[in-house]
């Protein structure tokens, strides 16, 4: 297009329209809410691919995050060593998913990845109770946490092993047509 | 979009979830993507579920072996003129930031009110664009000045009761002619009057089904039922809510919610009992609410009819009566639920909507009987007349929406947060405002054929509504409690829109064209038996020119006979039989298939256990037989 900036080459704005669902406007104006985050730390030249990763802390505090019960699962899911360090490759995967457009069989598999807490590849009944004392702020008694989790599993599992495996998981979200409109968040 | 993703195993490395292909996949998955389109490529590789840097790769990969064509430049070109022209789209796209501002703050279900709200605006659009371009323009061309006797003058008041000098303009059925213009065409009024609303009225229908069956196909046969576990603890939160005070009354809500359901009470008899004669009480109390209210309006229009003074100001009173009553029974219904007690939160939504539709049907049927019966048969050009009134409803209805916005938000703000406040501050209340737009949108639908440029108040109305709604929400209201099932509530409202209001409205127009006499001294249907027989008259004239017999033959053989409609009736009838018994042959398949999930899982787990049996036996026989090689 016609504007003249210096952040990124054409290529690497062209690989970040083609493999994210953002368009070039907008990867600059996240470049810029990255950059806001720590800037000292990121730099605005990334024509060499600088390899700059900001840590979790500073992630969480981003307005779009900071009230949401699942921030520190969120950003951990996107991070490659699991600490929740988010270079900015990492950053526009992070929103890009949790856009509009990104499908649901995309969200799905992050959304699975971000209730599984001890990555076991599977929703056991113990990600399930941190997932409801997460969304209820801890207040509900234990048996009905327990109660709570037994029907959810009982619902959701197909296979019968006492936890949901992705296939319970994405059967689920399947039949849950909010659920494109509920896993999105604004940026 | 599958593209054999599902081959695709999520594997772990080192316990950090990240899913590499390996190289046999990889090379499967570049096979996939190189046969097609750009556009679809670049599409499979957003979609893919792999971190950046990996679907960087694979698209570095797909370049470079598709380098040797030229085509990539042509496509890639091509695929920048798409992009170009979906970004143009987004930023034409009306009232975008300010949805998505909403929705982050108010969440999903609010923010479907507001969808619904510019969705019918398209509809006011398409029919302003229709009804002007075709009837009024050629009108206007051949005619530009309005006939109006001498002494009407412009005053203010037209602009509320619509009489007077907007009688004899182009607003209402009286001002068209009847005659064929000529001009640089002929150009048959008559035929263009009818056939623009009869099919503007027949794509609406099918616009309407068409969103209706697509939206219950995907809300209501494919959901989870909203009562289930599993689906508000894993998929209700909502994402989007950025709001501190939003996040956590949602939280303590969801908290309620699922500690209700922890501790289900059952109800003693002698509960029970108290619980169905409060229901039958607050039925019948707003069932004959409703119906006083309709035989109250009748009453009020023979008053208005019989007292018939110079004074125009008293043709308002029918409308501001109305419209009174549409804002402040809803109101009253809403405080039903202090008393009555309901299962779920999504029943007493379905009851409060109920009762307001049927106040709603009930005064418009009320209103359309009056019209039909006793203006047709009383007065020289009734229709002008009909739209008149319709005219002053529909100004009524905004007057009163937007003094309804003054007493269901903002008063009610100021009660919940200094007066009184136990109320606390007020949520919208979407129900009650999408049946406001819905009964809005009817009167339109019923005025196209009596004021044809009706559609053009609903369009400055419409606009005005959505900022005025905006600025209340923000300023007045807090985010709703529950996580509604917006979807499904959606749903409802469609299959509203259309039924009752949509085919009462076409039912009414219908019935004016079929079996009232139009008036005779005005309109462009002057002179013939009823509307009708428009296109009689269309198909003798068309006899004589060579050439057309096939519209002749098709009207009279298939149009006007009745064998035709009965072959119609009974092939869907057939057909919805054999579609019925599909579903329930698939209903089965899916418990059977479901069953096999179960029982395959068993299976394997067998399996391993098996295969770890033998295991352990091999390696103590091993054991052994070393053990004994080591003593020798």
Redesign the interface.
């Known amino acids: 297009m016609g504007n003249k900036q210096t952040i990124f080459t054409d290529e690497q704005l062209d690989?970040y329209?083609?493999?994210?669902?953002f368009?070039r406007?907008e990867i600059l104006r996240l470049h810029g809410r990255y950059h806001e985050l720590a800037p000292h730390l990121v730099p605005m030249d990334y024509t060499n691919d600088p390899d700059c990763k900001l840590p979790l802390a500073l992630i969480v505090n981003m307005?779009?995050l900071?009230?949401?019960?699942?921030r520190n699962r969120i950003v951990e899911?996107f991070s490659?060593?699991?600490m929740g360090n988010l270079s900015f490759?990492?950053f526009?995967?992070m929103f890009?998913v949790?856009s509009e457009t990104?499908?649901r069989?995309?969200k799905a598999?992050?959304?699975f990845?971000i209730?599984d807490f001890n990555?076991d590849?599977y929703l056991c009944k113990e990600d399930?109770e941190k997932?409801?004392n997460k969304?209820?702020?801890e207040?509900?008694t234990q048996?009905?946490v327990d109660?709570?989790c037994e029907?959810?599993i009982e619902?959701?599992d197909?296979?019968?092993?006492n936890k949901l495996s992705?296939a319970d998981?994405e059967n689920?979200?399947?039949?849950?047509?909010?659920?494109l409109?509920?896993?999105?968040?604004?940026i | 979009?599958d593209y054999g993703?599902r081959l695709l195993h999520?594997k772990?490395k080192g316990?950090?979830?990240?899913i590499i292909p390996s190289v046999t996949e990889e090379q499967n998955l570049v096979k996939e993507l190189i046969d097609l389109s750009t556009r679809d490529r670049?599409r499979a590789?957003?979609?893919l579920?792999m971190?950046?840097?990996e679907?960087?790769r694979i698209?570095w990969v797909m370049s470079s072996i598709k380098q040797c064509c030229r085509i990539i430049l042509h496509q890639h070109i091509l695929g920048c003129v798409c992009?170009c022209h979906s970004?143009a789209r987004q930023t034409l796209e009306l009232w975008q930031g300010v949805m998505?501002e909403i929705?982050?703050k108010f969440g999903?279900s609010v923010l479907s009110y507001f969808m619904f709200l510019k969705w019918l605006l398209m509809f006011n659009i398409f029919s302003f664009l229709v009804n002007f371009g075709f009837i009024t323009i050629p009108l206007l061309v051949y005619d530009p000045l309005p006939n109006i006797p001498p002494n009407v003058s412009f005053r203010g008041l037209e602009i509320l009761t619509g009489a007077g000098y907007f009688n004899y303009t182009v607003m209402y059925y009286g001002g068209y002619s009847n005659e064929t213009l000529s001009g640089l065409v002929d150009y048959d009024m008559q035929l263009a009057y009818f056939f623009t609303i009869a099919v503007y009225m027949v794509l609406c229908g099918f616009a309407l089904i068409f969103s209706m069956a697509r939206s219950f196909q995907?809300?209501y046969i494919?959901?989870?039922p909203a009562s289930?576990?599993?689906?508000q603890?894993?998929?209700?939160?909502?994402?989007?809510?950025?709001?501190?005070k939003a996040?956590r009354q949602r939280?303590?809500n969801?908290?309620e919610s699922?500690?209700e359901?922890?501790?289900m009470k059952l109800l003693t008899l002698s509960e029970k009992l108290k619980h169905f004669a409060v229901h039958l009480g607050s039925w019948l109390l707003s069932t004959g609410l409703a119906l006083g209210c309709g035989a109250s309006i009748y009453y009020l229009c023979q008053y208005e009819q019989q007292v018939h003074s110079s004074m125009e100001g008293l043709t308002l009173l029918v409308p501001f009566v109305v419209s009174l009553i549409n804002l402040v029974i809803p109101l009253f219904y809403s405080l039903f639920y202090k008393f009555e007690q309901y299962s779920s939160q999504r029943r007493q939504i379905y009851a409060l909507v109920i009762r307001n539709v049927f106040l709603k049907m009930s005064i418009l049927g009320v209103l359309c009987f009056y019209w039909m019966n006793v203006v047709a048969k009383k007065y020289s050009c009734w229709e002008s007349m009909v739209g008149q009134s319709l005219y002053r409803l529909v100004i009524a209805d905004f007057l009163f929406l937007m003094l309804g916005s003054f007493f269901g938000e903002f008063l009610s703000n100021v009660i919940g947060t200094r007066l009184i406040p136990r109320f606390g501050v007020p949520e919208f209340d979407i129900a009650r405002n999408v049946l406001e737009l819905i009964y809005a949108q009817t009167l339109a639908w019923i005025g196209i054929y009596f004021s044809p440029l009706l559609p053009a108040i609903q369009i400055v109305k419409f606009f005005i509504l959505f900022y005025l709604k905006k600025v209340s929400l923000t300023q007045n209201c807090q985010p709703p409690r529950r996580t509604g099932?917006?979807?499904q509530m959606q749903t409802t409202f469609i299959a509203l829109l259309f039924f009752p209001f949509f085919v009462g409205a076409l039912s009414m127009v219908a019935y004016t064209a079929w079996r009232l006499a139009p008036s005779e001294q005005c309109g462009p249907f002057r002179g013939l038996n009823d509307t009708f027989s428009v296109v009689g008259v269309w198909i003798d004239d068309l006899e004589v020119i060579p050439g057309s017999q096939w519209v002749v033959w098709i009207y009279q053989n298939v149009i006007r006979s009745e064998i035709f409609y009965f072959l119609i009736t009974v092939v869907t009838l057939v057909i919805t039989y054999i579609f019925w018994q599909v579903i329930q042959g698939r209903k089965s398949l899916m418990n059977l298939l479901?069953q096999q999930?179960?029982n395959?899982?068993?299976f394997e787990?067998k399996r391993l256990l098996l295969m770890l049996f033998i295991e352990r036996i091999l390696f103590c026989t091993q054991h052994w037989v070393y053990s004994k090689y080591i003593l020798l």
């Not at chain 1, 329209?17 to 669902?21: H, K, L, R, S, V």
Request: with cysteine.
């Open positions: 690989a329209q083609d493999c994210t669902f368009t406007k307005p779009e900071k009230e949401n019960p699942f899911s490659e060593d699991g490759n990492e526009v995967d890009s949790l990104a499908p069989e995309l598999i992050y959304a990845k209730y990555v590849n399930l997932t409801l969304l209820t702020k207040e509900l048996e009905e109660l709570v029907k959810t619902e959701a197909l296979d019968g092993d992705f998981f689920m979200i399947s039949r849950a047509p909010d659920f409109s509920t896993f999105h968040i604004r | 979009m993703l999520v772990i316990g950090i979830y990240l670049i590789i957003r979609e579920p971190s950046f840097e679907k960087k698209r992009l970004s998505k929705g982050g999903s995907r809300n494919l959901a989870e289930s576990c599993a689906w603890l894993l998929c209700s939160w909502d994402f989007s809510i950025t709001n501190e996040v939280k303590s969801l908290r699922l500690s359901k922890a501790q099932r917006a979807a479901r999930i179960v395959v899982s068993v787990e």
